[in-house]
């Protein structure tokens, strides 16, 4: 293609509107956040910015189950309009021929003038090379812009690719006193509407919901979204569950055709123990025996990350987060704290592990609090060395 070096040159460097345009970028990468099977989430914005005030000329997000790619809806929507127009994306364009050609060859290919994006894809297939082959065509590539807000968002894909295991959310509803339930075996409602439907909200944006069998067998739960209109958002239903066993009956396995069900399991069940639950639908993921008797859970959460899961949500019981916590393989805790208190028969939270161990440990970090009525959320962060 020819290159306009005088043109280029005028919009090379960063510009005042670079954050305003990423914003809209990430919060369309957002849209299916949880939903784009083992593709990250990623939202791509084409403006013109040779118009004052810069005109968006079409957007784009990445689709369900990881297909189309966003710069591919987006370039689509913008046609010949593209030409000389600058894209924000909110990760590095793919570079590597899969069942689509690359990103990046696209955007070469439909003329445009400049790109802005955040960090290089840690994908071994990608790692800068998206980036070069723009550069390599004559176009300007800014980089960094709101890098924090999107590793933020695709830590899922991130923990993949640089861990070999999901990002993995711990979410807690506690009393004012750490407590889950009122008593062993008790159900307990602990937040009240407002704080469950976000918690909800936080179902429909990870890939797969984890909790362990005791918790399956005492509160029998569906593990779904069940927003208005966000059902179909639910994650994949996993169960940590030595034996390899749940309870026919379970309400999980009323749907499990339409939303899967996973089994953590030691190793293969008895012959005939399996059978049933088999040919209902339900999928078995042997993981080897840990140190503590339990499910190997390193290798359980790698298991995970082949079968493309980047965002893992924890919701139960106690000693499944005491055990994750334990292992050192928690990155994001969102503890919902209620004013209520349960008392001393209430059961701890953690399993007998101090809730110090999060919001006082040097482990991780408070980046964020937010009301729920008379609930408070605080999200707490893993900190992270920069060799880790």
């Known amino acids: 293609m020819s290159v306009d070096v005088a043109s280029l040159k005028a919009i090379a460097g960063p510009r005042a509107h670079d954050d305003h345009f990423m914003e809209l970028a990430l919060r369309l990468g957002r849209r299916n956040m949880g939903n784009s099977g083992s593709n990250p989430a990623v939202g791509c914005v084409i403006i013109d910015e040779r118009r004052s005030p810069p005109r968006i000329v079409a957007v784009g997000w990445t689709g369900r189950g990881g297909r189309p790619h966003a710069e591919q809806v987006a370039l689509a929507r913008a046609g010949g309009a593209a030409r000389g127009a600058t894209a924000y994306v909110t990760l590095e364009p793919c570079a590597h021929y899969g069942r689509t050609p690359p990103c990046a060859r696209g955007l070469v290919e439909a003329g445009i003038g400049r790109l802005v994006t955040t960090f290089d894809d840690p994908d071994p297939r990608v790692s800068g090379r998206g980036n070069a082959m723009l550069r390599e065509a004559g176009i300007p590539v800014t980089m960094g812009v709101r890098s924090a807000e999107a590793r933020q968002d695709l830590a899922g894909f991130l923990s993949r690719m640089e861990r070999g295991r999901p990002h993995v959310i711990l979410k807690l509803a506690v009393s004012a006193d750490g407590k889950i339930a009122e008593r062993p ?49 639910s994650p994949i239903r996993v169960v940590l569950a030595s034996a390899g066993l749940v309870p026919l009956q379970t309400k999980m396995l009323r749907d499990v055709s339409t939303i899967p069900v996973w089994v953590l399991a030691k190793g293969e069940p008895t012959p005939g123990a399996w059978d049933t639950l088999e040919r209902v639908g339900v999928a078995l993921i042997p993981c080897g025996e840990g140190g503590s008797g339990g499910v190997d859970l390193d290798r359980a959460l790698r298991e995970l990350s082949a079968r493309g899961v980047g965002r893992l949500l924890v919701e139960g019981g106690a000693a499944v987060a005491r055990a994750l916590m334990e292992a050192d393989l928690v990155d994001e805790v969102a503890l919902f704290s209620a004013s209520r208190r ?29 009301g729920f009525g008379e609930d408070r959320l605080t999200v707490y962060v893993r900190r992270y060395s920069p060799a880790s």
């Open 185 to 233: 075996g008790a159900q307990t409602a602990i937040t009240g509407p407002a704080a469950r439907a976000y918690a909800h909200m936080m179902r429909a944006t990870s890939d797969a919901i984890l909790v362990g069998h005791r918790t399956v067998v005492i509160d029998d739960p569906e593990l779904t979204c069940r927003l208005p209109g966000l059902r179909d958002r």
């Open 342 to 370: 349960l008392g001393p028969a209430g059961v701890d939270a953690l399993a007998g592990l101090p809730l110090a161990s999060i919001t006082r440990s040097d482990r991780f970090v408070a980046s964020r609090e937010e």
